[in-house]
């Protein structure tokens, strides 16, 4: 077979799947959408809820603007098409990301690598069953608006990677430009990303100043003037989100609530083990690789923004009824899938650097371990996705969720 065809047979495989991908989503988003929500029922997703808002007039996000016209095109399948769509978007940001790790892979094993890692799930456990509350992963299949915010706020990020290298000499404007229109647009989608995000540019900026001794103030200051159009953006949804007289943004220490009702954080035996189970990859590369993972910028940045994201889950609630809405949490989700970008891409490195004759420090076995873990989250996530297709609610736990074998 010669390499031409092997390079075409390798495109048609991966459109096939790509293809299957996007139909499986788009009947997974059908089959939500038809369902009456309430918790209690199969498919029950936030899909429904949020077309109802956009049907009112409720415009807090981009999505309101995108799902009223689909639906009014096309129904249900409307909605159900155009998120299959911005699903496959995210896979297809994902495999632009993985460029700069390994550029000497082709797109279509790019490509087929983002799709098998966007199936990965918090792991399950033998006798411990599976529970997705309290976990936090980068691939959700049941909010309208991060399925949208997905793929904007990856290549905010990337573009960001790209305008921060003029810091050192002259800043790039039109990187700086590109950059800041994705990260205003993927606000306006959801603002789970610049929460984080914005803090953490802070941090940078700061270390910036002090390393230069202001010599670089005016490149600091134009690159933090990237995030106002996205802080503007917030106080606009704040508006809309937060218009009753109690509805706020508090710490979790002044706010009395129902720790048994608190379905996420530290708060419960399932929430705890939720985080633990998200983190076994990520763990695995930061542990076992962290010295070659520690060299990249993109990673660190990514595992600080994380971090940020984290804290603030934890540390803030919204008040009033939205108090058990965990709305918070989409920030570490989002910052969790741009993370498990950089942590895949160090172990793809290191693959190679196996390949390419490293043997230092038992390489080979610290890559094996980590694959194993990523294997363990993929398997994870295409069973937990196989339930959802049969029906069974994201929110409804498998089995058990004690850790114990017992």
Known sequence: MTKTVKQRVLWAVTLAALAA??????????????????????YTSDLGQHLAFAQKGMVYSTTSLLIGPAYALAGRWGIAWLLALFHLAAVVVFACGLREALPQLQRPVRLLI????????????????????GTIIGTVYHNTTYIMLAPFALLAVLAFY??????????????????????????????SLVFAFAPALLVLLIVDLVRTRGKNFRQEFIMGCSVLPSIALCLVQANVLFADADSGMQLIFTVDFDRHAMLWGPFNEAGVLGLLRSFVFVGAVGVLLGRRAWKSFRYRFSLLTFCIAMAEALLLVESGERLYHANLWWGPFICFWVFLLESLAVWLRSCADWRGGDRAGHLGVRVLLCGAALMWHIISGI????????????NIPIQTYHFLFF
């Open 162 to 191: 790209r305008a921060w290298r003029g810091m050192s000499g002259k800043l790039d404007l039109r990187a700086w430009l590109v950059y800041t229109l994705w990260l205003t647009v993927a606000t306006s989608f959801k603002a």
């Open 383 to 394: 069973c937990f996705l196989v339930l959802m297709l049969q029906g069974v609610s994201y």
């Open 114 to 133: 983002s799709l098998v890692v966007y199936f990965a799930q918090a792991v399950w456990m033998p006798r411990g069953g599976y529970w997705y509350q």
């Open 21 to 42: 991908f996007t139909v499986a989503m788009a009947w997974l988003h059908y089959q939500q959408l038809c369902s009456p929500g309430g918790g209690t029922d199969p």
